[in-house]
């Protein structure tokens, strides 16, 4: 029975303090760790295939470039989207695009600083026009709303409710405070209810 590599169970924390040492075979297994949730973050946030396989490897490289300024024990993750989205707002102004994002899962507001579904807080709400389509109508409808929210809400939307990232790294990521990180996820929320509740021909089947 063939044994696992060693270096494959070491956290991500470990995994770049060994390549800070010198190990730089480690460099690449955080790469193809990140590779799948990273990049369909990012294809998500741009909208754009090919521009967020550039922001992908620009993050990786920004990475490499940064890993002397790493604090050791500090969780490599947040600190990697914080690199991820600041590529994105970069290259999103340097090709002045605007792609809305899409939410393929979405996560709200839980007691812990994690999120439960965005279906469910919006129906706990009070969103009744929700309350009489299928599931996989509700999902789209709930889709093309945040989709129509503005950039700082959709922003904080998908690093919540499609991440699943808690709210101190989001304010970590986006460099704001937590509070603001919850006032933004309730106005998105608030946004959602008021457009349905003017606009109830939009649930129509």
């Not at 955080?30 to 620009?58: H, I």
């Not at 990697?80 to 996560?107: G, K, M, P, V």
């Not at 009489?132 to 950039?151: I, Q, T, W, Y």
Request: proline content about 4%.
């Amino acid at each position: 029975m063939e044994l696992p590599d060693p270096l494959s169970l070491c956290s991500d924390e470990e995994l770049l303090s060994r390549f800070r040492r010198g190990q730089t075979e480690t460099f690449g297994l955080l790469v193809r760790r990140y590779e799948r949730e990273l990049y369909g973050y990012l294809r998500r946030y741009l909208g754009d295939d090919s521009l967020a396989e550039d922001v992908f490897q620009n993050t990786f490289l920004q990475l490499y470039l940064k890993s002397g300024q790493y604090e050791e024990g500090r969780p490599v993750r947040p600190w990697l989207y914080t690199i991820a989205t600041h590529q994105a707002i970069d290259a999103l102004r340097r090709n002045a695009r605007h792609q809305i994002l899409s939410l393929e899962q979405q996560r709200a507001e839980g007691s812990d600083g994690e999120a439960r579904s965005l279906l469910d807080s919006l129906e706990s709400r009070g969103a009744s026009p929700l309350e009489n389509l299928s599931a996989e109508e509700r999902k789209e409808r709930v889709r093309a709303g945040v989709d129509r929210l503005p950039d700082f809400l959709r922003q904080v939307v998908l690093l919540a409710y499609y991440q699943g990232l808690k709210y101190r790294e989001i304010a970590d990521i986006l460099e704001i405070p937590v509070g603001t990180v919850k006032s933004r996820l309730h106005a998105a929320l608030s946004k959602l209810q008021e457009a349905w509740s003017e606009s109830p021909s939009m649930f129509e089947v």
